[in-house]
């Protein structure tokens, strides 16, 4: 636990003995396009989405960025480390109606310690999440705008599915910003495949 005591720790999609313990804090209602800030030197609680979709604003003295949980990859059975402090902050915006639920993170590191099933379950997220790095970091070998965004919108498709969604929530500016593609070249590219 001293290794990660520093961050933050938000994850979708829990395993039964997650949502169990966590269903014993408040639960917490964002209405969708609220903000809710993270901040400070200290980690006060880990945030379970039970949810939603949310996007992560990280600011510092140096500017902005965003991460939008939204696709497969970043929302199913993941953990997902963030810290705050005196010169940088993590604001949240909700993408969606959201529903979290807050646990002190003393009570994190307890149930860590004494509940072995609780520990599995955290290690499994933590092994998900690594799985899906390993896949995206393999989808940077594709030179072709075509290749990357095939399978980009392949895993997108198998989230909505598992997430029961009734209307795609990507634009085209975040496939751009998720890709690192320029939007005229991923509007042109998604043109191509529709016509395949």
């Known amino acids: 636990m001293k290794e990660i005591n520093e961050f933050g720790l938000i994850y979708k999609n829990p395993l039964p003995v997650l949502l169990h313990y966590f269903s014993q804090y408040p ?84 149930y860590m310690d004494e509940d072995d099933e609780f520990f599995f379950e955290i290690s499994f997220c933590i092994g998900e999440r690594i799985k899906s790095m390993i896949f995206h970091l393999s989808n940077l070998r594709f030179t072709s705008a075509e290749e990357k965004l095939s399978y980009f919108l392949l895993e997108f498709k198998q989230f909505c599915k598992t997430n029961n969604f009734s209307k795609p929530l990507l634009t085209q500016k975040r496939i751009s910003e998720a890709l690192a593609l320029h939007r005229v070249t991923v509007a042109k590219t998604l043109r191509s495949l529709r016509e395949c």
Not at 35 to 54: P, T, W, Y
Not at 76 to 81: A, G, K, P, R
């Open 27 to 110: 639960k917490k209602l964002v209405k969708k396009g609220s903000f809710f800030l993270i901040e400070g030197d200290e980690l006060n609680d880990v945030i379970l989405i039970e949810k939603g979709i949310m996007a992560l604003n990280c600011r510092n003295e140096k500017g902005a960025k965003t991460i939008v949980f939204q696709a497969g990859h970043s929302l199913m059975n993941e953990i997902h480390l963030l810290s705050g402090s005196k010169k940088s902050f993590l604001c949240g915006c909700a993408i969606t109606n959201l529903e979290l639920r807050y646990m002190p993170y003393r009570d994190f590191c307890s």
